[in-house]
């Protein structure tokens, strides 16, 4: 089995799969967060007529 970093290569790969689910969970959340902010922001330029709508 090949090594990189003086790890075997499966044990690099197990390690880098997970920090990149975590990574995708944590802008999974924010992409949510802010959709949720852009829709609250352009209700209230409905309701309060912002912008000139």
Known sequence: ???FFGLPLA???IIV???V???AWIIHWL???LAIILVIVGIYLVV???FGL
Do not use: K, N, P
């Open 17 to 19: 799969g997970v920090i």
């Open 31 to 33: 992409l949510l967060v």
């Open 1 to 3: 089995m090949s090594s």
């Open 11 to 13: 044990v690099i790969l």
């Open 48 to 50: 309060t007529g912002g």
């Open 21 to 23: 689910f975590i990574a």
